[in-house]
């Protein structure tokens, strides 16, 4: 059965997911990269998304590579795509990651402007969403009974939540605090929404925690 996850998103100790001011040179907004600092060294991080050998092994590697199982399509915020706010002035912008992203399957990506689905190297195709509840059936299709992983940003994730569509909760709580930025639970009461956390463990980079939608 197709489940609906959120996998390794990092989360500051003041609960921001994502820094203020996302820009071309700082897309995960500013400070934003040292939420990441745990996932970066793991062997999985070097080969999945940089193609890359080597790498840490233990607690946050096997974080890293169980957000990669199973996984037929992804989810992902405009923001997510890229810094273009609006209409598409043109259809240059093609993602963060080069010509091969990291994703190599199906990704829909929300947003209210229409363009032309994107294929890219490496089998991912983008496809441009208007709603969440089309975006996540269009996803399903796609996976063809694997997973679909919701990739972010934060409130791509708090739309999901607040329908109650996700069944799992990957969060790394990492030891930064960037003070201001976009808060991932806002608004939301996770426990008036049927989630609870069900497990945590810790590296020395990271606690991580696995928030499940009861019954889920």
Not at 63 to 90: C, K, S, Y
Not at 140 to 149: S, T
Request: hydrophobic fraction near 40%; include cysteine; charged fraction near 20%.
């Amino acid at each position: 059965m197709t489940r609906v996850r959120v996998e390794s998103f990092a989360v500051s100790i003041d609960g921001f997911g994502a820094g203020p001011d996302q820009s071309l040179d700082n897309p995960l907004g500013v400070g934003g990269m040292a939420l990441h600092e745990w996932v970066l060294p793991t062997r999985t991080f070097q080969r999945k998304v940089l193609g890359q050998e080597g790498g840490t092994t233990g607690i946050d590697d096997d974080f890293a590579a169980r957000g990669f199982d199973n996984v037929g399509a992804w989810i992902l915020g405009r923001n997510m795509f890229g810094p273009v706010r609006g209409p598409w002035p043109d259809l240059d912008w093609k993602g963060w990651w080069g010509d091969e992203p990291p994703y190599h399957v199906p990704v829909f990506v929300l947003t209210h402007h229409p363009r032309p689905p994107l294929q890219m190297k490496g089998g991912t195709v983008f496809h441009f969403v208007g709603d969440i509840h089309d975006a996540l059936a269009q996803a399903r299709a796609a996976a063809a009974g694997q997973d679909v992983r919701i990739g972010g940003g934060p409130a791509t994730i708090r739309q999901y939540l607040r329908a109650g569509l996700i069944d799992e909760l990957h969060i790394a709580l990492s030891p930064v605090l960037l003070g201001r930025g976009e808060a991932l639970f806002a608004g939301l009461d996770l426990p008036a929404l049927g989630y609870e956390c069900t497990a945590f463990s810790a590296s020395e980079k990271a606690g991580h925690l696995l928030i499940q939608r009861t019954g889920a």
